[in-house]
């Protein structure tokens, strides 16, 4: 396996760790603070750099099932992100989350977490 792909399958474990820390707390305490904030833009600005570093070190064609999975998951996640930023940014630290906004990050989490052990599962049968 390429060392940019070892890498990056790493950092794309820091970023289910940092992203799972910042989505739980959000469902678990329904309040956006520095936690959730700080977590989540880690878990992202993780799975950005683990993605380039995966595509570059695996070569071939991003254009898969799991690169289509994974763009979603991304882009959900990414969503997430910045509705937290607004969020903070409108109403202060440690403002109550809507419930709208809980269901959207249950939602992202899982595709995250459906997109993570997707790819786990490819590399283990590969």
Do not use: C
Not at 14 to 41: E, P, Q
Not at 67 to 74: K, S, T
Not at 101 to 126: E, N, Q
């Amino acid at each position: 396996m390429n060392p940019l792909a070892i890498i990056g399958a790493f950092i794309i474990s820091l970023s289910f760790l940092a992203y799972g820390i910042g989505s739980i707390s959000l469902v678990r305490f329904k309040s956006i603070g520095r936690i959730v904030v700080v977590s989540l833009t880690m878990g992202v600005l993780f799975d950005l750099t683990a993605i380039t570093l995966m595509s570059i070190g695996a070569g071939g064609t991003p254009y898969t099932l799991h690169g289509l999975v994974g763009a979603v998951a991304f882009l959900v996640m990414l969503v997430d992100t910045i509705w937290v930023w607004v969020v903070i940014v409108r109403r202060g630290r440690d403002s109550k989350a809507q419930k709208e906004h809980i269901l959207y990050t249950k939602i992202a989490y899982l595709f995250w977490v459906i997109a993570y052990f997707a790819g786990s599962i490819i590399v283990i049968w590969r």
